[in-house]
Structures are given as structure tokens and as C-alpha cells.
């Protein structure tokens, strides 16, 4: 799903319990929200391209917990082509 406001462009994908939401500011920040209705987790895409953990979110806890990071984050990490790439590496962009 794709949505477009005077605010933001939101992309949106589901499946299951699952959700993964990118949002685009106006000034091109770029904005991930990845979650489940247990957990959800924010990250941002700064201007060295990494991808930075904004918060963590434990829905399940009354009332729910958040967790504040705002470190480069090495647990977000993809294979490419073999290649192992991590958040705190730059050229996500």
C-alpha cells in the first residue's frame, strides 16, 4: 500500500501478524517502522545513509515499555548477494 499526504509518503506490507511501514518527510528523511502486535521497532536513515534504532517497543508490557536507542545499529543486518550488510555501514540510500 502506498499513501502520499501533504506530510509524507507512507509504504506499507503486511503479512500475517507482521508489518513493515517506511515513511518519506518532505526533507527526504526516510523512516522504518518494523513490528507485530507484540514488539515494534523504529529506525531512521540518517544523512551517512545508516539506518540509526530510534526506539523498541514491548506492547505486551501494561503499560507498554519503550526502550530508547540511538546508536548505529548492527542488528539490522541483510545478506546481498552473498555479502553481509549491517545498519551501522553507510550507502543504504
Do not use: C
Not at 531512521?44 to 515499555?65: E, G, Y
Amino acid at each position: 500500500m502506498l499513501t502520499v499526504s501533504l506530510n509524507f509518503v507512507v509504504a506499507e506490507t503486511k503479512s500475517k501478524d507482521a508489518y513493515i511501514i517506511e515513511q518519506v518527510t518532505p526533507s527526504g528523511q526516510h523512516n522504518w517502522t518494523l513490528g507485530t502486535s507484540r514488539v515494534e521497532k523504529k529506525f531512521l536513515l540518517d544523512q551517512s545513509d545508516k539506518f540509526l534504532p530510534v526506539s523498541l517497543t514491548n506492547k505486551v508490557a501494561r503499560p507498554p515499555r519503550d526502550y530508547f536507542q540511538d546508536v548505529a545499529s548492527r542488528e539490522f543486518r541483510v545478506t546481498i548477494n552473498g555479502n553481509l550488510r549491517t545498519g551501522e555501514e553507510g550507502g543504504w540510500a
